[in-house]
C-alpha cells in the first residue's frame, strides 16, 4: 500500500519568513493533491499535482513535484498568519473500477508568529 | 456551485449509545462519497466510500457502517459506540473518476 511521509510535522516560522513542507511517497505518484486545515475544521483544498516536473503557484504557495514523481514540496513566500494550519498531502489510489481514493500523510502543522 | 453539509457539528455520546452522522451534497448528482476518520496523531483513515445509491465499500474493519439512502446523502452510523469511536469524522465528495475531493466542515465525536 502507498504511504505517504511529510516534513518536518511541524514547524514555527517568523511572519514575513519563506517555508518548505516536504511530501515522500513510497510508490511513484499519479496523482497528488495538497489541502490545508485549520483545526477543528474541514480540508480547503489548494492545488493538485499529476505530471513530473509539474509546478503550480496560488497567490504565495507554489507545489512542486519531482521528475521522478515520488516527492513533492509546498513552498510557502512570504509567509503572513492567515497561512497557518495543518498541511496535508494525499495521492491517488486505484479502489476499482474508475475511482480512486486519497491516502493522506500524517500533515505538517504550521504556526506563522506575527 | 457545490456544497456539502455535514451534521452535528459537535456530539458528545455515552459507551454503549448508537450514532448516526449525515452529510449531504448540494449542487451535483451522482457523486462519490466518502467517509473519514481524523484521529489525533494517525492523519486522515478512509472508513467508507460510495460510488451510488446502495453501494458501499468498508476500507478497514470496524464498529462502524455506512448507508447511501439517497444520491447526495451519506450516513454514518453505529448500533453501539465504543471509546476509541471518538474522533473527528469528515465527508468529503468528488465527481466520479480521478477528480479532486471537497470535504466538509467535519463532526467532532466524543465517547465517554
Known amino acids: 500500500s502507498q504511504e505517504l511521509e511529510q516534513s518536518p510535522q511541524s514547524l514555527i516560522v517568523q511572519e514575513g519568513k519563506n517555508l518548505t513542507i516536504n511530501c515522500t511517497s513510497s510508490?511513484?505518484?499519479?496523482?497528488l493533491y495538497w489541502y490545508k486545515q485549520k483545526y477543528g475544521e474541514g480540508l480547503i483544498f489548494l492545488m493538485m499535482?499529476?505530471?513530473?516536473?509539474e509546478e503550480k503557484s496560488h497567490e504565495k504557495i507554489t507545489a512542486k513535484l519531482d521528475e521522478k514523481k515520488q516527492q513533492s514540496s509546498l513552498h510557502i513566500t512570504a509567509s503572513q498568519p492567515s497561512h497557518a494550519g495543518i498541511y496535508l498531502c494525499?495521492?491517488?489510489?486505484?479502489?476499482?473500477?474508475?475511482?480512486?481514493?486519497?491516502?493522506f500523510g500524517k500533515g505538517t502543522l504550521l504556526t506563522v508568529n506575527p | 456551485s457545490q456544497t456539502i453539509h455535514q451534521w452535528p457539528a459537535t456530539l458528545v455520546q455515552p459507551v454503549g449509545s448508537p450514532l448516526s452522522l449525515e452529510c449531504t451534497v448540494e449542487?451535483?448528482?451522482?457523486?462519490?462519497l466518502y467517509w473519514y476518520r481524523q484521529a489525533a496523531g494517525r492523519g486522515l483513515q478512509l472508513l467508507f466510500y460510495?460510488?451510488?445509491?446502495?453501494?458501499i465499500s468498508s476500507e478497514v474493519p470496524q464498529n462502524l457502517s455506512a448507508s447511501r439512502p439517497q444520491d447526495r446523502q451519506f450516513i454514518l452510523s453505529s448500533k453501539k459506540l465504543l471509546l476509541s469511536d471518538s474522533g473527528f469524522y469528515l465527508c468529503?465528495?468528488?465527481?466520479?473518476?480521478?477528480?479532486?475531493?471537497?470535504f466538509g466542515p467535519g463532526t467532532r465525536l466524543l465517547v465517554l
Open positions: 468529503a465528495w468528488s465527481r466520479q473518476g480521478r477528480e479532486t475531493q471537497y
Open positions: 460510495s460510488v451510488g445509491i446502495g453501494q
Open positions: 499535482l499529476q505530471k513530473g516536473g
Open positions: 449542487g451535483t448528482s451522482n457523486p462519490n
Open positions: 494525499g495521492a491517488d489510489t486505484f479502489i476499482g473500477g474508475s475511482n480512486y481514493k486519497l491516502t
Open positions: 510508490k511513484t505518484l499519479y496523482g
